[in-house]
């Protein structure tokens, strides 16, 4: 079967500069072409949805990994997880702080008996992995923060994806990741991972460690991206998911469920794939930063300003 591939780097306000829009593009399509490659050569859709979320969480500009957005205490927290459609296993964790590759952790769950695991226990399981102490703060993340510090985190969230320098107006809003893979034997993974939404009190849990940021089953995968209550309170991705599990087209299904989010004055994007091959994608929020590969070529969301909540591509 021809493997399917789509990725976000968040959503949020729009993309006013070129030069933003151009450092955005090349790392979505860079992005998309090496797990696409990973995939013709027969990778599994969890392995390359991890290789994906894994350069992703490397790129500075995206909120995950290196770059990730600072809690209202200064400090870096990171949440992610991983679900396996065809095992329908999800595994995740929450707030984990020094590490370079938060969706790592969530895959070494994958075979656990305990598969979330928060801040104390995240750090246990880093101790007995010996994974490697490693600091993701960057200096334009500082900088925001200390920034926002003035002004006493008046923002709902961070501004963190294509500002050129500080001081410049974001030029999109949020950075959360996502990557959801069809693979060549029809299995569908889906994986999210973030630093949350930028200023939140310790101990805050976002939506990107739970189903209703990121959820996947033999027939569909979603991953979210925006503010994380509001797509807890949709339960955006099982929805959408469970939706298309019941028989409902992906298009469809996406439709009604950014509808109904457009409804309750929602700020939050998705991306999907059906095993059908359909691959689709909505937003309430005014972008989203999403690229895909269709079998024939990488396409991308980011000029896509119009008022229409969704896109999809037939299978
Ligand atoms: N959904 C994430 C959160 O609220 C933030 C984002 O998508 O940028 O933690």
Same mark, same amino acid.
């Given at each position: 079967m021809q493997p399917k591939l789509i990725i976000h780097g968040g959503a949020g306000s729009s993309l006013k500069g070129k030069g933003g829009l151009a450092v955005v593009r090349e790392a979505l399509h860079g992005i998309v072409a090496a797990v696409y490659d990973d995939l013709l050569q027969g990778a599994a859709a969890a392995a390359a949805v991890v290789k994906g979320c894994e350069l992703l969480e490397d790129h500075p500009r995206f909120n995950a990994g290196t770059g990730s957005v600072l809690q209202s205490d200064g400090q870096v927290r990171m949440s992610a997880a991983?679900?396996?459609?065809?095992?329908?296993?999800?595994?995740?964790?929450?707030?984990?702080?020094?590490?370079?590759?938060?969706?790592?952790?969530?895959?070494?769950?994958?075979?656990?008996?305990?598969?979330?695991?928060?801040?104390?226990?995240?750090?246990?399981?880093?101790?007995?992995?010996?994974?490697?102490?490693?600091?993701?703060?960057?200096?334009?993340?500082?900088?925001?923060w200390l920034a926002e510090r003035k002004g006493d985190f008046d923002k709902t969230m961070a501004g963190v994806i294509a500002?050129?320098? @500080? *001081? =410049?107006? &974001?030029? /999109?809003?949020? $950075?959360t990741i996502g990557v959801v893979v069809l693979d060549q034997a029809g299995r569908i993974a889906a994986g999210t991972s973030t630093g949350g939404k930028g200023f939140e009190r310790i101990g805050r849990v976002s939506d990107s460690a739970m189903p209703?940021?990121?959820?996947?089953?033999?027939q569909a995968g979603v991953s979210c991206t925006g503010i994380g209550e509001d797509i807890i309170d949709e339960c955006l991705a099982a929805?959408?998911?469970?939706?298309?599990?019941?028989?409902?087209?992906?298009?469809?299904?996406?439709?009604?469920?950014?509808?109904?989010?457009?409804?309750?004055?929602?700020? @939050? *994007? =998705?991306? &999907?794939? /059906?095993?059908? $091959?359909?691959?689709?994608?909505?937003?309430?929020s005014e972008v989203l930063l999403a690229a895909y590969h269709d079998g024939h070529a990488i396409g991308d969301t980011l000029?896509?300003?119009g008022p229409e909540l969704v896109g999809h591509i037939a299978p």
């Open positions: 991983l679900m396996d459609g065809t095992a329908q296993r999800f595994s995740g964790v929450i707030n984990v702080m020094r590490v370079q590759h938060p969706i790592q952790l969530a895959q070494t769950l994958q075979t656990e008996s305990d598969r979330v695991l928060s801040d104390q226990g995240a750090a246990e399981l880093l101790r007995e992995l010996n994974t490697p102490i490693y600091n993701p703060l960057t200096d334009l993340r500082l900088n925001e500002e050129q320098e @500080l *001081g =410049a107006e &974001s030029e /999109a809003g949020r $950075g209703a940021g990121n959820y996947a089953t033999p929805k959408i998911v469970i939706r298309v599990t019941d028989g409902m087209s992906l298009a469809d299904a996406i439709a009604k469920s950014m509808a109904e989010a457009s409804q309750n004055k929602r700020d @939050l *994007g =998705a991306i &999907s794939l /059906a095993a059908d $091959g359909a691959i689709a994608w909505g937003k309430t000029e896509w300003t």
